[in-house]
């Protein structure tokens, strides 16, 4: 028998090939084949973060994600990447079923290419009017991700862009994305018109996850209050605001940018290079906290739901718990 849930995420998990409407939020160093062959092979459909890789590495990465899970996957690629079209060369060469494009607005020719060489397109949008231009442009499915979000993040959060999108984009499924770290609230967004949501945050600690365990204890003990976002302290040097547990390192950031700006306006430094001295800060920092442990200088990208993690458990422990629930909700709501 279907349940209302089932009915409500049918049109995502139909796009994704899963069997619930649970996407995998692509993080850097965290999501990689370990934890997206676990996420996929638990019901979800988990998604590679391809982040700063090389073609060639990519190559490899998916090569064992698919050796370690028979159950479908997809990849994260960042717009900007230097190497982009490259990156599209591999996903298509490898046969990579969906292709999730992030950090910026992807361009009609990258949709339509990707679309010609099998993959199904899902992109991530900050509004409604660019949530239409992209399901013009022929995208599969979309992501709205509010900045409770861990990582960089926008300015509106996921219950407003759920009200502002969900009513008016029918004619592809949309995941809810940020915050979410219970089964009640995926339900819940299902019941406004998603076709499900993306988790990240609440995957970490699964036991399948590489993640140092210095790095999973973190996220156990945080609360949701600790996770926030990166402040800029002046308007000339605009900071891209990401969302991290608060550490030694978030502070240290905070003088860094006081120490540039004075070397900027002392005549040191040039204001291009002023910018990249603080944007260059953060070089490295999420893979010495993932991969090295270094919990207190490293940054400790994670999402507001942080405060909903609790131990470190299975990927099933996890999967099982969210679909409880939800079905409990969609129950109750029934």
Known sequence: MTTRLERGWRQGAALLGCRYGILGGAMTWVSERHLVAALSDHGGFGVLACGSMT???LDAEIAATAALTNA??????????PDLDRLIDVCLDRRVGHVVLAGGLPSGATIE?????????????????????LVRSGVHGLVIEGMEAGGHIGPVTTSVLAQEILPHVRDVPVFAA???????????????????????????????????????QAFVRAQARDAQPSVQLDPQ????????????????????QREVIARFRSGELTQKEAQLAIEHFWAGALRRAV????VEGGSLMAGQSVGMVSRVEPMAAIIGELIDQAGAYMKKVA
């Open 55 to 57: 073609p060639a590495l």
């Open 72 to 81: 479908p996957f997809g990849v994260n690629l960042i717009i900007m990447h």
């Open 113 to 133: 290419r990707l679309r010609k060489g099998g993959s199904k397109v899902l992109a991530f949008v900050p509004t409604l009017a660019t949530a239409r231009k």
């Open 291 to 294: 991969i090295d442990g270094d």
């Open 178 to 216: 940020g915050g979410i770290g219970r089964g009640e609230a995926i339900a819940s967004y299902v019941e406004m018109g998603a076709a499900g949501c993306q988790l990240g945050t609440r995957f970490v600690c699964a036991t399948e996850s590489i993640a140092h365990p210095a790095f999973k």
């Open 237 to 256: 040097f605009p900071v891209i605001p990401v969302r991290a547990i608060l550490n030694a390192g978030t502070r240290r950031f905070m003088d860094i």
